[in-house]
């Protein structure tokens, strides 16, 4: 199933608004307060890439995805889930075929104690990698912990389109990364941790993204759900991070993404939506 949407609705007058984007989301996760998340993506103007972390995610995400023109499902297993499917791979694979863009995926050795469940892990994401080297897709990565060994793969599979969630590993290995030519998500620990502004300062400008990991992101730092309109308070940090305006911030993480998606069919429409925005600020 090619991936298809329909079109947007006109911006209300006198509202020409920049679109941001939201390069990770866990949209299957809001329950009752999804119908409030889908309206604020609507009214900030949010492109969101809504990954999964298992099969039922990724069906409920797709069927989110279904209300919002602005909500990009991506399929993926997520490490902490990879056990489950490591001898089930085959049942995966239609979901990855239709899928336009494949995440979350990847490793995990430092959240994911048991260490039982590596080589689980590593045979479900070196399924996917081999996948998005077949099919051309970009993937959405979890690293934590794993932060070598995931570039190693990345070499070994040839997969250099990949969105780095949340990188806070070592700075050698962010470099190789970005050399390889992966991008990194800043999110909403940028507005609470040091450690992660050092980490962002060290992103190559291009390589720059946005997130949220909504909403359990900030939930986590601060007990709070995550709501899209968060996403302006990253893009302000980022903004004074780097000593640029807000909306300079806004349009080179929209640059960086159109680069990112640039020439792949499965993410054509994406880039004609982002490109279709009247020009403004946020």
């Known amino acids: ?43 900030e103007r949010v492109l969101t890439i809504a990954v999964a972390s298992d099969v039922p995610s990724y069906l409920e995400t797709r069927r989110i995805a279904e209300r919002s023109p602005l909500v990009v499902p991506g399929f993926g297993i997520h ?11 085959r049942e995966a694979a239609p979901l990855i075929e239709e899928s336009p863009l494949l995440g979350e995926i990847g490793l995990d050795f430092h959240w994911v104690r048991d260490a039982a469940t590596y080589p689980a892990q590593r045979r479900v994401f070196a399924y996917f990698l081999a996948a998005a080297r077949e099919q051309r897709k970009a993937v959405n990565l979890h690293t934590k912990g794993a932060e070598r060994e995931v570039l190693d793969l990345l ?3 040839n997969v250099s389109r990949a969105i780095v969630h949340w990188y806070s590993g070592p700075l050698d290995i962010l470099r190789a990364l970005a050399e390889l030519g992966a991008y990194f998500t800043v999110g909403v620990e940028l507005l609470y941790s040091e450690t992660i502004r050092t980490v962002a300062r060290q992103i190559p400008d291009d390589r ?16 709070t759900s995550g709501m899209p309109r968060h996403l302006k308070e990253v893009a302000t940090a980022l903004a004074a991070l780097k000593g640029v305006s807000f909306g300079a911030a806004v349009a080179l993480t929209r640059r960086n993404f159109l680069r990112l998606i640039a020439g792949d069919p499965w993410l054509a429409p994406v880039a004609r939506l982002i490109e279709g925005e009247p020009p403004g600020e946020p």
């Open 1 to 43: 199933m090619r991936f298809c949407r329909r079109r947007p609705a006109p911006a209300s007058p006198g509202r020409a608004l920049k679109m941001l984007i939201d390069a990770h989301v866990h949209l299957d996760k809001y329950g009752n307060d999804l119908p409030r998340a889908l309206q604020e993506i609507e009214a």
């Open 208 to 223: 720059l993204l946005l997130e949220t990991d909504n909403p359990g992101g900030l939930k986590w730092l601060v007990g």
């Open 155 to 157: 070499e070994r599979y």
């Open 79 to 89: 490490p902490a889930r990879a056990a489950r499917y490591a001898e089930r791979l």
